[in-house]
């Protein structure tokens, strides 16, 4: 009787396992499957953002989008096929910057000859931001690892997970908020517009025949709306051109970006948002005052982004491609 019972204790406890295994995530996950992991990422990013100096600002924007709809699973690296649109797809993600997936399949391809079928692109893609952050001058946080990647990739799940450039901030705060983030930590977050650029098209109703009085929003400083006119000159048949988020240091992750909202050099309309918000302000000025407190705030909460709603354990797989479930 003993026995019997000791088996069903022993098979209870397997089967709850097996259903529920969630392993946390640790600093050394790597240490002994792939010893080489950090420094195989590390000589992969610095490669590629060397050559390409836009890599840093569109991995950073690429690692958002992945985690802020439905947590850090490499979901929006997934490719389209004919019987699924995947968040890639989703209008919202079209504009992600190829040199962001293309340093992410240079890694995985590395760490495939290295270790195969151990490494997962989730991983990757977390890693691989954060060093590239630290790249051009921001700071360095703590990476977990010990993700897996996730089997479902929708673009139906996209619209409404992620801030526009046009939204609203209490509809930005919103997003966040629903996944436990505080308005600091998202202002701190949207200090990624130190680097990287936005497409014309993104603010054109913003600079072109904006009222009968006025063809810019007032809220742009007056020179700057008229540089910006002339920048994006012909966006409608060349949809590329662009300009940069951070006019002053725009290859440079610091506190600039917050120090020209308040001179009406921000380029989205979200951008000024933040500094006319009375929730946000308080933070924007912060920030333009405290370049440290930026870094140390910004660190925290993408240190708790990258936790945001993990797979690990037999919750996920370790893709063989980043861009396909296996």
């Known amino acids: 009787m003993e026995i019997l019972k000791f088996l069903f204790i022993l098979l209870s406890t397997a089967s709850f396992l097996s259903l529920s295994e969630s392993v946390p995530l640790t600093a050394n996950y790597y240490q002994k499957s792939c010893p080489r992991f950090s420094q195989i990422i590390q000589d992969?990013?610095?490669?590629?953002?060397?050559?390409?100096?836009?890599?840093?600002?569109?991995?950073?924007?690429?690692?958002?989008?992945?985690?802020?709809?439905?947590?850090?699973?490499?979901s929006v690296l997934i490719s389209s096929t004919p019987f699924n649109k995947a968040e890639r797809d989703a209008d919202i993600n079209l504009s992600l910057p190829g040199d962001a997936f293309d340093v992410i399949v240079r890694a995985k391809t590395a760490l495939e000859l290295a270790c195969p079928n151990t490494v997962s692109c989730a991983d990757i893609l977390a890693v691989a931001t954060r060093d590239l952050v630290t790249m051009v001058g921001g700071p360095y946080y703590n990476v977990l690892l010990g993700r897996r990647d996730g089997r479902v990739s929708k673009a139906s799940t996209i619209p409404g997970s992620l801030p526009k450039a046009?939204?609203?901030?209490?509809?930005?705060?919103?997003?966040?908020?629903?996944?436990?983030?505080?308005?600091?930590?998202?202002?701190?977050?949207?200090?990624?517009?130190?680097?990287?650029?936005?497409?014309?098209?993104?603010?054109?109703?913003?600079?072109?025949?904006?009222?009968?009085?006025?063809?810019?929003?007032?809220?742009?400083?007056?020179?700057?709306?008229?540089?910006?006119?002339?920048?994006?000159?012909?966006?409608?048949?060349?949809?590329?051109?662009?300009?940069?988020?951070?006019?002053?240091?725009?290859?440079?992750?610091?506190?600039?970006?917050?120090?020209?909202?308040?001179?009406g050099l921000g380029?989205?309309?979200?951008?000024?948002?933040?500094?006319?918000?009375?929730?946000?302000?308080?933070?924007?000025?912060?920030?333009?005052?405290?370049?440290?407190?930026?870094?140390?705030?910004?660190?925290?909460?993408?240190?708790?982004?990258?936790?945001?709603?993990?797979?690990?354990?037999?919750?996920?797989?370790?893709?063989?491609?980043?861009?396909?479930?296996n």
């Open 166 to 263: 046009t939204s609203p901030i209490p509809q930005i705060i919103d997003i966040f908020k629903a996944r436990g983030f505080t308005v600091q930590e998202m202002v701190a977050l949207s200090g990624a517009h130190t680097i990287g650029f936005s497409h014309c098209k993104e603010f054109s109703s913003q600079i072109y025949n904006y009222t009968k009085s006025s063809s810019y929003d007032s809220q742009y400083n007056p020179r700057f709306a008229q540089g910006l006119q002339k920048a994006c000159s012909g966006f409608e048949k060349n949809p590329t051109l662009s300009v940069f988020n951070d006019i002053m240091t725009p290859n440079k992750f610091d506190n600039s970006y917050f120090q020209n909202l308040p001179k």
């Open 44 to 74: 992969t990013v610095t490669n590629k953002q060397i050559t390409t100096p836009s890599t840093a600002a569109g991995t950073l924007r690429l690692f958002l989008h992945d985690c802020l709809p439905n947590g850090c699973d490499g």
């Open 267 to 325: 380029i989205l309309k979200s951008d000024h948002g933040l500094y006319n918000d009375w929730r946000t302000r308080p933070f924007v000025e912060a920030y333009a005052a405290d370049e440290k407190k930026f870094f140390n705030d910004f660190a925290r909460a993408m240190e708790k982004l990258s936790n945001y709603k993990v797979v690990t354990g037999n919750q996920g797989e370790i893709r063989h491609k980043c861009d396909a479930i």
